[in-house]
């Protein structure tokens, strides 16, 4: 072969077990995590992010509410009719806390009037509570009732259409609810507090 031999170097063989030198591009960094400007740079543009997404995500939070509100009052006179008919008996949604103007955003309270006074006494069943409302939120009657009493034929009693808005300060839009004598409810979309 010409004389010549092929040397082979080793100047740091591999020892067994252990990692050996670093062979990525990135070195010994590689290791250490963020610096400072890099944690700097994703922290200013999540703080650009979000005060773009707030005054949506704010008004988001508040058509829920409003939403999730007239859902839940729609779904109390439909159970306190349906409680009527089942027991042949005066169920009643009263107002917890009664405020003129904003007369079930107190909550409710639905009940089976036993005794057909009108009034929630002591001993009477209750079939469900509903909670205050935060405070932007509206559910006002138009004819400042305070109770939907359902008769045990569904009717209601007396025998005169129930509006309820319900509405807030911080969203466009509202709903009216409409209870017919004869004890069907009915929800509109409407704008604004009315």
């Given at each position: 072969?010409?004389?010549?031999?092929?040397?082979?170097?080793?100047?740091?063989?591999?020892?067994?077990?252990?990692?050996?030198?670093?062979?990525?591009?990135?070195?010994?960094?590689?290791?250490?995590?963020?610096?400072?400007?890099?944690?700097?740079?994703?922290?200013?543009?999540?703080?650009?992010?979000?005060?773009?997404?707030?005054?949506?995500?704010?008004?988001?939070?508040?058509?829920?509410?409003?939403?999730?509100?007239?859902?839940?009052?729609?779904?109390?006179?439909?159970?306190?009719?349906?409680?009527?008919?089942?027991?042949?008996?005066s169920?009643?949604?009263?107002?917890?806390?009664?405020?003129?103007?904003?007369?079930?955003?107190?909550?409710w309270?639905?009940?089976?009037?036993?005794?057909?006074?009108?009034?929630?006494?002591?001993?009477?069943?209750?079939?469900?509570?509903?909670?205050?409302?935060?405070?932007?939120?509206?559910?006002?009657?138009?004819?400042?009732?305070?109770?939907?009493?359902?008769?045990?034929?569904?009717?209601?009693?007396?025998?005169?259409?129930?509006?309820?808005?319900?509405?807030?300060?911080?969203?466009?839009?509202?709903?009216?609810?409409?209870?017919?004598?004869?004890?069907?409810?009915?929800?509109?979309?409407?704008?604004?507090c009315?």
């Amino acid at each position: 072969m010409g004389g010549r031999e092929q040397v082979v170097r080793r100047d740091n063989p591999p020892v067994r077990g252990s990692r050996g030198r670093c062979s990525t591009a990135l070195g010994k960094r590689g290791r250490a995590g963020f610096t400072l400007i890099e944690m700097l740079t994703v922290l200013s543009v999540l703080a650009v992010l979000l005060a773009v997404a707030t005054p949506g995500l704010a008004s988001l939070i508040s058509a829920n509410a409003l939403s999730s509100a007239q859902s839940e009052l729609a779904s109390a006179l439909v159970l306190a009719r349906s409680e009527a008919l089942k027991r042949g008996a005066s169920v009643t949604v009263a107002a917890a806390a009664p405020v003129s103007g904003a007369e079930f955003s107190g909550g409710w309270r639905i009940y089976v009037d036993s005794n057909g006074n009108g009034v929630y006494d002591a001993g009477e069943a209750i079939v469900r509570e509903q909670p205050a409302f935060r405070g932007d939120l509206r559910l006002a009657t138009t004819s400042s009732a305070t109770t939907v009493t359902f008769n045990g034929r569904g009717f209601l009693a007396p025998a005169t259409m129930v509006t309820i808005n319900v509405c807030s300060s911080s969203a466009p839009k509202s709903y009216q609810l409409r209870i017919e004598p004869v004890g069907l409810a009915d929800v509109n979309e409407t704008t604004g507090c009315t």
